[in-house]
Nanobody
Framework: QLQLVESGGGLVQPGGSLRLSCAAS????????IGWFRQAPGKEREGVSC????????YYADSVKGRFTLSRDNAKNTVYLQMNSLTSEDTAVYYC??????????????????????????WGQGTLVTVSS
């Protein structure tokens, strides 16, 4: 059974950093595009970032570009989202999600794909990030 588990969320002050982890079980991450989306209270789901299975190319939403870095460690079957210069606007529950062959996630309009669960093969239970002083 495909399973993704997020961790690393918590309370951080504005300007601070957090690193979220997304650990996979039941499948090998190597062949999966992995993305992160977030949902804040009262707001629409937002695609944040995506990393390709084929060449680890990364994609970022404009709202996080230059502050967030997505990486993968296939040996550990884990994807990491490093978040720096956090602001209150980043407060949300963060979810990782995967899409495997023959389909791809990290292609044109990837943000829209992350906003719809029916396009995803697996997603986790989420981890809460709160940015507040």
């Amino acid at each position: 059974q495909l399973q993704l588990v997020e961790s690393g969320g918590g309370l951080v002050q504005p300007g601070g950093s957090l690193r979220l982890s997304c650990a996979a079980s039941g499948f090998t991450l190597d062949y999966y595009d992995i993305g992160w989306f977030r949902q804040a209270p009262g707001k629409e789901r937002e695609g944040v970032s995506c990393i390709s299975s084929s060449d680890s190319r990364t994609y970022y939403a404009d709202s996080v570009k230059g502050r967030f870095t997505l990486s993968r460690d296939n040996a550990k079957n884990t994807v990491y989202l490093q978040m720096n210069s956090l602001t209150s606007e980043d407060t949300a529950v963060y979810y990782c999600a995967g899409v495997g062959p023959p389909f791809r996630l990290c292609v044109s309009k990837w943000e829209k794909s992350l906003e719809k669960s029916d396009t995803l093969d697996a997603w986790g239970q989420g981890t809460l990030v709160t940015v507040s002083s």
